[in-house]
């Protein structure tokens, strides 16, 4: 990337946010090959929030309400639902999630937090899964965040397709493709 001028890092930064605002200043700090304090600057003349403050607006924007299972039945923290489109959460993890002799996550919780987005995502009163295909592509240690995204792909015949991904600081370490199986209130009880 070539020296960017102050004015042209600023709106870079703000492109950047917009399109991930997950990224800690370390890894802003990283990606324009300035300073941790530089992009605290930039932050606070743009009026940019820091990270924990740009998540919790995240939280509070409009979420489409979850209407195949309760809220706190989903494994991680939903920031985006949009109902038979897309969904993003966050799972923090701690050593609740993590093998004591490595650190390492249990890939239950990372399966968890996918399957529960993705009956989430679900427009539909009863969902449950019926086959997935999954892949754990890299470790996800202790304190890592972990960011994961659902994406119905295609819904008809009460089968639903969707794409699930999960990233540690915009590296995947989890991925797979779920096929739901859904039916309205109506169906179930006719």
Do not use: W
């Not at 605290?40 to 003349?45: G, H, M, P, T, V």
């Not at 940019?48 to 979420?63: G, H, N, Y």
């Not at 009163?125 to 659902?150: M, N, Q, Y």
């Amino acid at each position: 990337m070539k020296k960017l001028t102050k004015n042209e890092r600023q709106q870079a930064l703000l492109d950047k946010l917009k399109e991930d605002p997950f990224l800690t200043d370390e890894a802003l700090s990283a990606y324009f090959k300035v300073s941790i304090q530089t992009i605290r600057l930039d932050r606070l003349e743009k009026n940019i929030p820091e990270l924990r403050e740009r998540i919790k607006d995240a939280a509070v924007m409009k979420l489409d309400e979850v209407k195949a299972l309760p809220m706190d039945e989903i494994i991680g923290e939903i920031i985006d639902l949009q109902l038979d489109k897309v969904a993003i959460s966050i799972l923090d993890i701690t050593e609740d999630h993590v093998f004591d002799r490595n650190h390492i996550a249990r890939g239950h919780f990372l399966f968890a937090q996918a399957n529960s987005l993705c009956v989430a995502i679900m427009n539909d009163d009863f969902a449950l899964t019926a086959k997935s295909e999954v892949t754990f592509v890299k470790p996800v240690k202790l304190g890592d965040r972990v960011i994961t995204k659902a994406e119905l792909i295609s819904k008809g015949n009460h089968r639903a397709l969707i794409n699930v991904m999960s990233t540690v600081k915009q590296k995947i370490v989890f991925k797979g493709t779920f096929e739901m199986f859904y039916q309205s209130e109506d169906e179930k009880n006719g």
